[in-house]
């Protein structure tokens, strides 16, 4: 076993919450909304030329606004906003001008029936123009026929950012025989025209250089994708291959200033590394740039006009790594100035402006935003996502790691509550969704600090097949639902136990969506481990997965993704039918949250309704909970205090000493 707070923190990090309570006395619990509340900073993003941040700012009672930041100045001033929308996704396309969409973030998921649309504005709120339809909302500045149709998106790659043009991309649909398309588009802001791009026939994604330009192009068909490489004339060639759902073992991921393309591989590895790749002799460099032993490196990469100045990523927590001097001197001395915290400084991509943006978090403590003058090193607050979460009643999160019956090590995070007792406490074991994602992250997560603020330890498991760990511990995972993939949580629970750290007695099990299908398997396989448990929008029955008619899975994905990752829906049906909850709820008799939202097309309601009256004959300690206007998960603060209220009320009468 092993155990530490996160990765390069360190000490420093737990000097947040150190205070001990005056005179012994625990405060009174804090209010459920201070977990579970709208952000007032929602996000800031500096301009290219390091001058000005966008700020996206809101609250409860009102929408979410962009606003702009003269660093010269220090005035605010709001650059776009609507009465009956809120601000959401936004970035800078140059110097002086953004683009955003638009988002119902205080409705609940049933009243959002409108498309995100795209919008552009100048930082002085000047030039605004819609670009494309929301499908009849009534935000709008001019004919509807202007605008490009609702299915337009931003691509989510800078591109040049020197003039008015950004690239969206239009998905079209699949074709009949089974690969998707897309159109690449470039739009310029101001007038509206558009162009649409040169790539491939049947490709979805693209990579494009610092001028904006695709020069990589991806296609799916059936369960192949495809690589595409624009060459020197402007013709595309195939550059490789590679079976779709499994994952190629090199995936170019950006391109330098200097042309230079850079690739995550493995190359002979267990964990994804970064390399620089050649095209033309379809070979990587023979040493990584970097890697890291356990955890693939899936990173965002740092540059400004000249040169790539460093990688961020996620391994135990995420950090930067700078493969420039000064940015690592300016690292240190930003980190002297926040010790407690992890600070992502992001500086301008190009220019003489002295400021940075940093943005800083720590597990006790949501983000936070300064900027840092270079000239006279002043650290000037912006402001925090949760400004009304207090550090100091914050709960510490560590990274752990034990290994299942099989051998194979399970990375977890481990959350004890921040007072009282540390040993034989009522433990919460929580399990994340995908499954296919990487779950754990050294991070404030309000659920969990609301969990450990009511006296639960808490641990995340990223059993196999979570990613961001290596081939190995994603391919450990293919056919192993309700399996070895459960038998890890089990494993977990047990291990905590041996620790001192979990009373045998007093364990539940939670989760929403795949979490929620393991909460149900945990309960069903071991009822004398798992006391109780807490499922959301979570699957039921692993046949009905392939056979749902309303359900937002694709065509591609129920044929080859399903059949490879879980199961053949025919020759392994008795497999599935063994491991699907609903076909063993016979077998579920201790205390169980059920709960689902209505309008769910990922895991629509038929799989908890099904469960549900399968086990009202003899399962008298299930409570149902219906969300008329909810989703795949929870949308607002209101549906989360609500549920996360029931929780409470549930765990205290079924892991009570």
């Known amino acids: 076993m092993t155990q530490r707070r996160s990765l390069l923190l360190a000490a420093g990090a737990a000097a947040v919450g150190s205070r001990v309570w005056a005179q012994g006395q625990k405060p009174a619990p804090l209010p459920i909304k201070t977990f579970f509340s709208h952000d007032v900073l929602v996000d800031a993003r500096l301009s290219p030329d390091g001058r000005q941040v966008a700020l996206r700012v809101g609250a409860a009672d009102s929408r979410d606004r962009l606003a702009v930041l003269d660093l010269a100045t220090m005035k605010v001033d709001q650059a776009a906003g609507f009465d009956d929308a809120d601000v959401a996704d936004c970035t800078w396309i140059s110097d002086k001008r953004l683009v955003f969409t638009a988002e119902l973030d205080k409705e609940p998921f049933g009243d959002r029936n409108y498309a995100w649309g795209l919008f552009a504005v100048n ?16 935000v709008r500045d001019g004919n509807a026929s202007q605008f490009l149709s609702w299915n337009t998106f931003l691509l989510g790659q800078p591109g040049a950012q020197t003039d008015d043009t950004v690239l969206v991309v239009q998905p079209e649909g699949t074709s009949t025989g089974g690969g998707s398309f897309a159109r690449l588009l470039r739009v310029h802001t101001v007038t509206r025209h558009t162009t649409e791009l040169d790539v ?106 000249s040169k790539l100045l460093g990688l961020r990523f996620n391994a135990d927590a995420e950090v930067t790594v700078w ?49 840092f003058d270079r000239r006279n090193a002043k650290l000037t607050p912006l402001g925090g996502q949760r400004p009304g979460v207090p550090a100091a009643r914050m709960s ?29 406490l009522p433990l919460v074991v929580l399990v994340h969704g995908g499954p296919w ?41 293919f056919g192993q639902w309700g399996q070895a993939m459960q038998d890890d949580l089990t494993d977990g629970a047990r291990w905590a136990v041996a620790q001192g750290i979990a009373d045998p007695k007093r ?63 025919e020759r392994d049906a008795d497999m599935l039918r063994a491991n699907s909850p609903l076909h ?59 549920f996360w209220s029931r929780v409470e009320r549930f765990l205290g009468r079924h892991l009570a000493a």
């Not at 969990?448 to 995972?477: C, I, K, M, W």
């Not at 949250?593 to 309008?599: I, S, T, V």
């Not at 299930?622 to 989703?631: D, N």
Request: charged letters at 30%; one cysteine or more; a positive charge.
């Open 507 to 569: 364990i539940a099990i939670m989760g929403a969506s795949y979490g929620g299908y393991a909460t149900l398997m945990g309960l069903i396989r071991e009822p004398e481990l798992f006391r109780c448990g807490v499922c959301w929008v979570g699957v039921t029955d692993l046949l009905l997965m392939y056979d749902a008619r309303w359900s937002d899975f694709t065509r591609e994905w129920k044929r080859y993704g399903m059949t490879r990752l879980i199961g053949n829906r």
């Open 123 to 138: 930082s002085d709120g000047s030039s605004f123009r819609q670009i494309a339809d929301r499908h009849g909302n009534r």
């Open 200 to 305: 491939p026939a049947g490709s979805t994604d693209w990579l494009v250089d610092f001028a904006g330009q695709p020069r990589i192009a991806l296609s799916y068909r059936d369960d192949r994708g495809t690589r595409h490489m624009r060459q020197a004339d402007g013709r595309w060639r195939t550059l490789r291959e590679f079976e779709r759902y499994v994952g190629d073992w090199m995936e170019p991921r950006w391109i330098g200033p200097d042309g230079t393309i850079y690739a995550i591989a493995r190359a002979g590895r267990d964990n994804f590394a970064v390399h620089t790749y050649d095209p033309a002799a379809d070979r990587l460099s023979e040493r990584p740039l970097l890697a890291v032993a356990r955890y693939d490196i899936h990173p965002q990469f740092i540059a400004n006009e």
């Open 584 to 642: 063993q709820a016979a077998r579920l008799k201790n205390p169980l949250l059920l709960a689902h939202g209505k309008l769910d097309r990922r895991v629509p309601i038929e799989h908890g309704e099904r469960l549900r009256d399968a086990l009202k004959g003899h399962n008298p300690s299930v409570e149902w909970i219906e969300y008329e206007k909810e989703g795949h998960g929870w949308s607002i603060p209101a549906t989360d205090i609500d």
């Open 437 to 477: 994602v990487r779950g754990g992250h050294w991070k404030w997560k309000p659920e969990v600090q609301f969990l450990a603020s009511r006296g639960y330890a808490v641990l995340e498991p990223d059993y196999r097949g979570s990613t961001g760990y290596g081939h190995r511990h994603f391919r450990a995972s």
């Open 323 to 371: 493969l420039d001097e000064d940015m690592k001197a300016l690292q240190a001395e930003v980190d002297r100035k926040l010790p407690a915290t992890g600070n992502m400084i992001t500086p301008p991509r190009r220019g003489t402006s002295p400021f940075v943006l940093v943005r800083s978090f720590a597990d006790v403590q949501p983000t936070q935003y300064h900027v």
């Open 396 to 424: 510490e999160m560590n990274a752990v790691s034990y290994r299942a019956r099989d051998g194979l090590d399970i990375p977890a995070y481990l959350t004890l509550p921040r007072s009282g007792p540390k040993e034989k």
